[in-house]
């Protein structure tokens, strides 16, 4: 018998003779659940059978955690750029029933045998400034990965902010995590990307925590129907109430003073602001989707900065990964080339470099962004502002990016004559011909607060949800 199966049916007999309760159910753990999982994809009625085990294990944790007087909550993610806002963070401190932590995961990427220390030490940095709670779950000297005893705290209910389980290590794992905690799963991003063979939009919403998670906060009403398409348990588990990291574009944000500060070293107030924001998915080879056209214009990007050097203030963006792919495909030698780059940006004296995760002012206060990264795609829609779209032969959408980018103006990435005529017609000289278009496009498929009943942001609406579940008794 194959270790799968020994391990589904340890589950289901412990169900079928009583044994599990809630003192006993810590016992097993959620590669139980995968199991059984694998396990009813082959029978008839497989999947009502999946959802019927998930539902009572899931009940009994509800039922458990209700007569608690605190649940420990944490948020599981690896990376400031996945960071959704402070609100539901702080709306669960100022609760009696909640306690809140960030646990900041260390990621091995592309097959990397050790974390990257600089990412993990900027991402406890970013939380610790903003006065929440983190708990750090790698030793950044040793390279000794701490257990949940030597953390101290391990939480109850998990928000993940990543569905990347795999890039963590050990007990960090989702399938290492005991069956009495609970999981919820709240996109890193907008789910926009497709591939050829489909693949990837099983990344999107059919990996592990998609089918274990007692609720997926989805980030847009198509995802929910792509959700019922393509995961294994449909999508009676996602719920749409809107995205928490759009919420700013709202209502407050943080005070972003690059422009002004671009402006005041080029001495022109009036100068316009560009964002140039490209992904980190270069190889076709490698990627199970590729987007990024920065190998073709990364450093042409540097001649329109200069072209425009009183006209454009500009700030460099991207994807936090494109440092390691960039080294990794060739197009710099090694990190320190990569640095350099960098520093022809700040050294343009029109233009900054940013990497932090809170970008929404920066984003509202620019006047245009070029970019090929996905999911700015939909953010950048938001600020009603013009993008311009860096295309290559390689990029595939889903149903959701397939609208996305029909309200979008186009360029091949090594088209440098539509990237000038761009920046000309429509950043300087304000002929945003698709305005309307896309206005219409946002009102119809993203303004969530419009579209809530209640007139609520995407944050309190999620927090309603999860105080109503585990705040009080079932009656």
Not at 399 to 420: P, R, S
Request: proline content about 3%; charged content about 25%.
């Amino acid at each position: 018998m194959e270790i799968s199966e020994q391990l589904a049916r340890q589950l289901l007999e412990s169900i079928e003779n009583g044994f599990i309760n809630e003192t006993t159910i810590s016992k097993f753990r959620y590669w139980h659940l995968d199991a059984v999982m694998n396990m009813t994809k082959h029978m008839e009625h497989g999947r009502e059978t999946f959802w019927e085990i998930k539902s009572y294990l899931e009940q009994m944790n509800i039922e458990r955690l209700q007569k608690q007087e605190k649940i420990i909550v944490g948020f599981i993610t690896s990376s400031s750029q996945d960071w959704i806002g402070d609100e539901l963070y702080w709306l669960l401190e100022k609760s009696e029933k909640f306690e809140p932590y960030i646990f900041v995961m260390a990621t091995y990427l592309n097959g990397r045998e050790k974390p990257l220390k600089k990412d993990y030490c900027e991402t406890i940095n970013f939380f610790h400034k903003r006065g929440l709670r983190v708990k750090q779950t790698f030793d950044v000297e040793t390279g000794h990965l701490y257990t949940w005893d030597e953390i101290g705290i391990k939480p109850q209910l998990c928000i993940w902010l990543t569905p990347w389980a795999d890039s963590f290590r050990e007990h960090f794992h989702l399938l290492y995590y005991s069956l009495d905690t609970i999981h919820a799963y709240i996109p890193y991003g907008f789910m926009i990307a497709g591939s050829e063979d489909g693949r990837f939009i099983e990344a999107q919403y059919n990996q592990l925590i998609h089918n274990i998670a007692w609720k997926i906060f989805e980030e847009n009403k198509i995802a929910v129907e792509l959700a019922g398409r393509y995961s294994f348990v449909g999508n009676r588990n996602t719920v749409y109430f809107g995205y928490p990291k759009m919420d700013s574009f709202y209502g407050e944000r943080e005070n972003c003073t690059i422009w002004d500060e671009l402006k005041e070293k080029i001495g022109n107030p009036n100068a316009k602001c560009v964002i140039y924001a490209p992904h980190h998915t270069l190889d076709k080879d490698k990627e199970p989707v590729c987007f990024s056209t920065f190998a073709q214009n990364g450093k042409k990007m540097l001649d329109f900065a200069r072209k425009y050097q009183k006209d454009i203030v500009w700030v460099f963006k991207p994807h936090p990964t494109l440092r390691t792919k960039a080294v990794l495909a060739g197009i710099f030698k090694d990190d320190s080339e990569w640095e350099d780059y960098i520093k022809q940006w700040e050294d343009l004296g029109n233009a900054a470099y940013v990497n932090d995760g809170m970008y929404q002012d920066l984003m509202c206060k620019s006047d245009a962004m070029i970019l090929d990264s996905i999911s700015f795609l939909a953010e950048y829609m938001y600020t009603s502002h013009p993008m311009l779209f860096l295309k290559r032969k390689e990029q595939c959408f889903n149903e959701f990016g397939k609208l996305v980018v029909e309200q979008l103006y186009q360029a091949e990435g090594n088209d440098f004559a539509a990237i000038d005529e761009f920046l000309q017609k429509v950043v300087l000289k304000g002929k945003d011909e698709q305005l309307e278009k896309r206005k219409t496009f946002f009102l119809e498929n993203l303004d969530y607060k419009n579209m809530n009943y209640k007139n609520a942001n995407a944050a309190q609406s999620i927090y309603c949800e999860i105080e109503n579940t585990f705040g009080r008794m079932t009656e």
